[in-house]
C-alpha cells in the first residue's frame, strides 16, 4: 500500500492562500496536507535543496527538485550519458555554433507554448540572479550570443570550441519568458513563478522540510505513475532509514552503509543501486618544494625535501592500499574499487586500466629507491562529516600505509574548516571525493589535474597543486575536440597519462542506493538524483 | 523598579552587542562560507563573483560595519543560503520549536511535580524508590539514544506512531500549529517525550529535595498543630515553599529547550530551530547564526527577567527587598 498518511486539507486552500496573501503570509499558507490517495508517492531525500529557483544556487539537491518541475533543453539517462529533453537533437554547426531543435507540442505548466524564445529567455535569466552563492553562469558563461532561428530553433555561438555545451545545459532549466523581467527568487519560493515544463506542478514548499508535487498531465514525456508526490527532506541517516522502516515514507534515498547488510535481507524493503559519478580519492601537496607541515622522518626528524615530489613515492602510497578491502569492510560494499576517474560504461573510461592491487612489498621497494628505505611519519586528513564513512575510510587507509612502512596518523575534521583548510594547501595529505556532473574525464581533468590557472579558469579543485606542462597540453586539447569518438580517445590518453603520473590517488567509485517498499521499482541513476517519475509499481 | 529595569535593558543591549563580535569573528575563523556553498567544480572567476556577492571580499570590520547598521533598522541580513531575511527564516520555524518545548515544559511539571512529591511524602515506599530510580536514567541517558530508541519501539515495531517530520498543522492567529489536530499530536509526542525527558527528572528531584527538607520545618509542624488538614499542609505551604528553585529551573530550561533543542530535532527531523540552526551552523551561514545567537541572548534575558518577577509574586521576601 502506497497511500499518505496525511489527510486534512486540500491543495486548493494553499493556492488561494498564497494568490490572496502573497509572501507575507508564506509561512502560514503551506501547511497544508497531501490528500490520501493511491497515486501518493511520499520519499525522504538525504540532502535539503535550498531554493525553489532553479538558477539560484548550483547545488546536487536543488537541480534533483528542479529536474521534477523545470526541465533542461538536454536531459541524462540513468547512466549519465545526454538524451533528448525540451530540445529533441543538436548538432555543431561549425567549431564556436551549437543548434538545437526543440520538442514541438510543449507547454508550461501555466499552458503557455514552449518555444525558443524562452531559450534565450532562461540564457539571458541566469547571470541575474541575485546573491547566488553557487551562479549557473558556470554552464552558460562560454555562450556569447542566443540566435532564435524560428520558434522551435536556437543557435547558440560560443566563445571557442564547447564541445561540452550540451552536456553543461542538462543543468539549466527552462523558464518561460512570460515570467518577466529579473524574476526574484523569493517570488520562486513563494510558488508564484515556480512554472515550469516538467513532470510535475509543485503545490507547496517548505523549506529544509519538504515539498509537494502534483502531476503535470500535460507533460510532453511518459505520464508519471504518481499523482502526487510528498518530497521530504530528512539529512539524518536513522532517521531516515527508520522513517522507511516505519511506513512514513515509500522511498528513500542514500541507505547508510551501517544499515546495508540488515536491509538487504529485510523482507520489507526492496533495494536498487547503481555506481555513481562520484569517486574518492587522496591527494598528497605537491605546492612545496622543500618540506611538509606534517611529514617528518622516520624518527620525527624534520625534512627538507618534500617526498612527493617523487612519483615512485606517490605510486608506493598508492600500491599500499587495499582498496578491495575498503570497499567490502568500511563501505560494506557499497563502492566499486577503481583506478580511474570514471566507473566501466562511461564516456572516456579506460578499459584496460585495473584498479591498482595492493603491493606492500613493491611499495617498500619504491620508497627504498626514492631515497625513504625506513619511510616517513606522515598525518593524513580528512572531513568527518561529509562524505559516506569518510573517517573510516582515513583510518583504514593509515593502517594500511603503516603496514607500508609509512607512520600513519590521522585526522578528522569538520567540512567547513576541513575544506578551508584544503583549499590553502594547509595539509600534506587529504581525502575527499568529487562527483563527476558531466559524466565524462574532461570534467576531472581540468578541475583537480590541470594546473591551477585563475585565467584558463582550470585547476579550481586541484588542492595538491599538481602541474605538468604535457599533461595540461592533453587535457587543452582533448577539452576542445568537437568530435566525441576522437574527444574520448583523447580523454583516454589524458586520463592514462594523469593516472601513470599518479597526479592523485583515486580508491572508489560510490555506490548510490535507494531503499524502497518492496512494492516500488526504482531505476537507480549514476547521478545521485531521485526522480519520482522514475518510481513504478512492481507489476 | 524602574531603574532596576532599566538596568537589566542596559545590560542585555550590551551582551547582545559583545555576542556579535564574538559570533562575527568566530564564524570567521572557522572557514569561508563560500567554499562549502558553492558548487565543487565552479572555477576561479565564479569563486571570485560569488565572494562579491555575498560581500565576503569586503574587509571583516566593513562587514560587521554593514551588518550593524542593518540591525539597527531591523535588518539582520539575508541568508547565504536561502536569500531570504534571517529574521523571517527564524520567524518561520519558530512556532514549530514553541509548541515542542512549551509542551515539554508542560510535561515536565504536570509529571514533575507530583512524582516529586509522592518521592519526597514516601521517600521509603516502593514506588517512591523506583521513581528516584528511573529519574536516574531519565537525565543520564543521552536524548538521541532516547530518541532513536523511541522511533524503533512505538514507530518500527509497534507501529503506532509517525516515526518523524512534523505532521499537519492548522492555523490559529495567523500561525500554523500541529497540536491542534490528532494527528499533529500524534507526531509531537514522542519528540515532546524525548525533549521532555532530562527536565522530568530535574523538576522531580528538585521538587523531592524541597519537600524532604520543608517537612521537618517548623512551619509545617507548626501548621499540623493548629489541625489544618494534610493536603493543605503540603499543597498550599509546602508546595509555595519549595516553588522558588521549581521555578527558576524551568525557567531557565524553556530558554534552554527552545534555543537547543537541536538533538531532538535532527533526529525526529522536526522542522523548527534548532535544525535551522544546526544546518546553519554547517555550511556557515553568517546571517542567520548571527540573528539566531542575537534572539538567543534576547530570549533568555526576557526569560530571566519573567523569572525574577515571578519571585516577587512567589516570594513576600523578595517583594520586600526590591520596594527597598
Redesign the interface.
Known amino acids: 500500500m502506497v497511500a499518505g ?5 486540500g491543495v486548493q486552500g494553499v493556492r488561494m492562500g498564497i494568490r490572496h496573501w502573497g509572501a507575507a ?4 499558507a ?2 497544508a ?1 497531501t490528500p490520501a490517495g493511491a497515486q501518493t508517492l511520499t520519499l525522504a531525500v538525504a540532502a ?1 535543496p ?2 525553489v529557483d532553479p538558477h ?4 546536487g539537491p536543488n537541480n534533483a527538485l528542479a529536474m521534477h518541475i523545470f526541465g533542461a533543453l538536454v536531459d541524462t539517462d540513468a547512466a549519465a550519458k545526454p538524451r533528448p529533453g525540451l530540445a529533441l537533437s543538436w548538432r555543431a554547426v561549425d567549431d564556436t555554433t551549437w543548434e538545437f531543435k526543440l520538442r514541438p507540442g510543449v507547454t508550461f505548466h501555466d499552458g503557455a507554448a514552449f518555444t525558443a524564445e524562452d531559450v534565450a529567455y532562461t540564457i539571458a535569466r541566469v547571470p541575474t540572479v ?6 549557473f ?2 554552464f552558460t ?1 562560454s555562450i556569447t550570443g542566443v540566435q532564435v532561428v524560428d520558434p522551435l530553433t536556437v543557435r547558440m555561438t560560443t566563445r571557442g570550441v564547447t564541445p561540452l555545451l550540451p552536456v553543461d545545459l542538462t543543468q539549466v532549466h527552462i523558464l518561460p519568458k512570460g515570467l518577466g523581467a529579473e524574476p526574484a ?2 517570488d520562486f ?1 513563494a510558488l508564484k513563478h515556480a512554472n515550469g515544463a516538467g513532470p510535475f506542478r509543485i503545490t507547496a514548499w ?5 515539498a509537494e508535487l502534483a502531476r503535470n498531465d500535460a507533460y510532453w514525456g511518459p505520464k508519471p505513475h504518481w499523482e502526487r508526490v510528498v518530497y ?5 541517516d ?2 531516515r532509514t ?2 522507511l ?4 515514507v515509500d522511498l528513500i534515498e542514500a541507505v547508510p552503509t551501517q544499515d546495508l547488510v540488515k536491509l538487504r535481507t529485510d523482507k520489507r524493503v526492496a533495494m536498487a543501486e547503481a555506481v555513481s559519478l562520484r569517486v574518492a580519492y587522496l591527494m598528497l601537496d605537491l605546492s612545496r618544494k622543500d618540506g611538509q607541515p606534517f611529514v617528518q622522518g622516520p624518527n620525527g626528524e624534520t625534512l627538507t625535501t618534500n617526498p612527493f615530489q617523487d612519483v615512485r613515492v606517490r605510486r608506493a602510497l598508492s600500491l599500499a592500499i587495499n582498496r578491495q578491502l575498503i570497499v567490502d569492510r568500511v563501505m560494506e560494499g557499497a563502492a566499486v574499487p577503481t583506478g580511474q576517474f570514471l566507473a566501466p560504461g562511461s564516456f572516456s573510461y579506460v578499459a584496460d586500466l585495473e584498479p591498482p592491487k595492493q603491493d606492500l612489498v613493491e611499495a617498500r621497494r619504491l620508497l627504498a629507491e626514492a631515497g625513504y628505505p625506513n619511510g616517513f611519519r606522515i598525518t593524513l586528513h580528512g572531513p568527518n ?1 561529509r562524505y559516506v564513512n569518510d573517517e573510516k575510510i582515513i583510518q583504514a587507509v593509515g593502517q594500511m600505509w603503516s603496514r607500508a612502512g609509512i607512520q600513519t596518523k590521522v585526522e578528522a575534521i569538520t ?3 576541513f ?3 584544503a ?1 590553502k594547501q594547509e595539509f600534506s595529505a587529504f581525502f575527499a571525493a ?2 563527476i ?1 558531466s559524466g565524462e574525464a574532461s ?1 576531472p581533468l581540468r ?1 583537480m589535474v590541470a594546473t591551477f590557472d ?1 585565467q584558463k ?2 585547476g ?2 586541484n588542492r595538491s597543486r599538481y602541474s605538468n606542462a604535457a599533461l595540461d597540453a592533453v587535457i587543452d586539447r582533448a577539452s576542445s575536440i568537437t568530435d566525441d569518438a576522437a574527444r574520448e580517445r583523447a580523454l583516454i590518453e589524458a586520463t592514462r597519462q594523469a593516472m601513470a603520473d599518479v597526479a592523485l590517488i583515486t580508491l572508489y567509485q560510490q555506490k548510490n542506493i535507494w531503499g524502497m517498499k518492496p512494492n516500488l521499482r526504482y531505476v537507480a541513476r549514476a547521478d545521485e538524483a531521485t526522480r519520482a517519475a522514475d518510481v513504478s509499481v512492481a507489476p | 523598579m524602574t531603574t532596576w529595569m532599566l538596568r537589566r535593558l542596559i545590560q542585555a543591549a550590551f551582551v547582545m552587542l559583545v555576542m556579535t563580535v564574538i559570533v562575527f569573528i568566530g564564524v570567521n575563523v572557522i572557514g569561508d562560507p563560500v567554499e562549502i556553498l558553492i558548487s565543487p567544480e565552479a572555477d576561479q572567476a565564479e569563486r571570485a563573483r560569488a565572494v562579491a556577492a555575498l560581500g565576503l571580499d569586503k574587509p571583516l570590520w566593513e562587514q560587521y560595519w554593514r551588518f550593524l547598521s542593518g540591525a539597527l533598522q531591523g535588518d539582520l541580513g539575508r541568508s547565504f543560503v536561502f536569500n531570504e531575511p534571517a529574521l523571517k527564516l527564524i520567524a518561520q520555524r519558530m512556532p514549530a520549536t514553541l509548541e515542542l518545548a512549551i509542551t515539554a515544559v508542560l510535561l515536565s511539571v504536570i509529571l514533575g511535580i507530583p512524582l516529586g512529591l509522592y518521592a519526597g511524602l514516601r521517600p521509603n515506599s516502593i514506588g517512591g524508590r523506583a521513581i528516584m530510580g528511573a529519574s536516574i536514567l531519565g537525565f543520564s541517558l543521552p536524548t538521541f539514544w532516547v530518541g532513536l530508541m523511541l522511533i524503533m519501539v512505538f514507530a518500527v515495531q509497534l507501529g503506532w506512531l509517525p516515526s518523524t517530520g512534523r505532521g499537519p498543522t492548522r492555523e490559529l492567529f495567523g500561525v500554523q500549529w500541529s497540536f491542534l489536530t490528532w494527528d499533529g499530536l500524534r507526531h509531537m509526542a514522542m519528540p515532546a517525550l524525548n525533549l521532555a525527558l532530562g527536565n522530568i527528572a530535574l523538576v522531580l528531584r528538585l521538587t523531592r529535595a524541597g519537600v524532604r527538607e520543608n517537612l521537618p520545618m517548623d512551619y509545617v509542624k507548626f501548621a499540623r498543630a493548629k489541625g489544618i488538614s494534610p493536603n493543605r499542609v503540603v499543597f498550599v505551604h509546602v508546595l509555595k515553599n519549595i516553588l522558588i528553585p521549581i521555578v527558576t529551573v524551568v525557567g531557565l530550561e524553556i530558554g534552554g529547550l527552545i534555543a537547543f533543542a537541536v538533538v531532538t530535532e535532527s533526529v525526529f527531523a522536526w522542522p523548527g530551530m534548532g535544525k535551522l540552526i544546526i544546518d546553519s551552523i554547517n555550511v556557515l551561514d553568517r546571517p542567520v547564526i548571527v540573528a539566531y545567537l542575537m534572539m538567543i541572548v534576547l530570549l533568555f534575558v526576557v526569560i530571566n527577567l519573567i523569572v525574577d518577577l515571578l519571585y516577587t509574586v512567589l516570594d513576600p521576601r523578595v517583594r520586600l527587598e526590591t520596594k527597598e
Do not use: Q, V
Open positions: 498518511r496525511h489527510a486534512p486539507r503570509l508564506l509561512a502560514g503551506m501547511a496536507w535539503a535550498t531554493s539560484y544556487h548550483n547545488l541575485k546573491n547566488s552563492p553557487g551562479s553562469l558556470l558563461r527568487t523569493e519560493n517548505r523549506a529544509s522540510d519538504r521530504r527532506m530528512i539529512p539524518n536513522s532517521a527508520s522513517a522502516l516505519a511506513g512514513d562529516d567540512w567547513p574548516s575544506i578551508g583548510r583549499s568529487w562527483g556532473t570534467n578541475a585563475a579558469g582550470t579550481s579543485a
